[in-house]
């Protein structure tokens, strides 16, 4: 990725926590080190080592895919969160991006508007597939769900396909959540996705939806190797944005970090 702000495009770059990089010799602080104090000691809260690494991780690509999509050097970058927490770049204004952590992975979508009036709200969910991991999960989420999704689970005879359906609705739903910036706040079970296929063979689904009165292009896929499901849900509003698969290493982003 050597090309500053592509524009109209949606990159998704996905980092993966490696704990045998972070745990050999001194990478772990050597890494947080690169990061603002403030961070830092946030990070440094967490009282769960493997939390340490996932926040870490999710910090260091916050601040690479930033960097690396706008040119812009790391003292120059500024997060700001609106009150209810979601992120956003508070100079640059031109990149939209949102975060997720999974258990083995974090995961970054950025969408790059060709000028200010195209910049479009995005937000990004992972869920591991291990996660709902029985009837009785997908019972707790009964509430969270929409008539449709829920007439769409009862009809599967097939456990396995139950699960993933629900870890499919639950993470569209987190993701245009998170794309408005409430959270999940916002009433769920309003949120219809039961036309959505589960995705297949790690490729990108792309549907357009009309969702609560929005325009939005959902993006969903299934990665075997991790075992997850990442969604991204940006509000399009005339924008036919391409996605951008991007898989990076953490020695990559604290290489790059550390000279820029
Ligand atoms: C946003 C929210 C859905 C995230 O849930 P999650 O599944 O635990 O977490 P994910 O890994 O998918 O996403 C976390 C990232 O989303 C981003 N984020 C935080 N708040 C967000 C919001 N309101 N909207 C969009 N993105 C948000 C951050 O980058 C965060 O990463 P960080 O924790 O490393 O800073 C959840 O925190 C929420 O509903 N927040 C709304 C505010 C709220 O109700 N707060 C009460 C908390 S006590």
Redesign the pocket.
């Known amino acids: 990725m050597d090309t500053h702000l592509l524009e109209n495009k949606i990159y998704l770059l996905s980092l993966d926590v490696d704990k045998t990089f972070l745990e050999e010799s001194d990478n772990f602080s050597k890494t947080l080190n690169l990061l603002p104090e403030n961070d830092r000691n946030k990070i440094q809260k967490y009282r769960n080592l493997d939390d340490q690494y996932r926040?870490l991780c999710?910090?260091l690509l916050?601040f690479y895919g930033i960097s690396k999509i706008t040119g812009m050097r790391l003292n120059k970058i500024i997060f700001k969160?609106?009150q209810?927490?979601?992120?956003y770049l508070d100079n640059g204004r031109r990149v939209e991006f949102?975060?997720?952590?999974g258990i083995s992975n974090v995961v970054m979508a950025l969408y790059a508007a060709p000028d200010f009036h195209k910049i479009r709200p995005i937000?990004v969910?992972?869920i591991d597939l291990d996660e709902i991991n029985s009837l009785e999960d997908i019972e707790l989420l009964h509430d969270s769900f929409h008539e449709k999704e829920i007439i769409l689970l009862e009809s599967l005879t097939n456990i396995e396909e139950a699960r993933q359906y629900a870890c499919l609705f639950w993470t569209l739903k987190?993701s245009y959540?998170?794309m408005l910036?409430?959270?999940?706040?916002t009433t769920l079970a309003d949120l219809d996705y039961s036309s959505v296929p589960l995705p297949k063979n790690n490729k990108v689904y792309a549907t357009s939806m009309h969702i609560k009165g929005r325009d939005c292009i959902v993006y969903i896929k299934q990665s075997t190797e991790s075992n997850c499901l990442i969604s991204v849900c940006i509000w399009s509003d005339n924008i036919n944005p391409e996605v951008s698969e991007l898989a990076i290493k953490i020695s990559e982003v604290s290489d790059y970090l550390r000279t820029h």
């Open positions: 926040k999710s910090k916050q969160a609106n209810l927490g979601k992120p949102n975060m997720s952590t937000g969910d992972i987190e959540s998170k910036g409430s959270g999940l706040s």
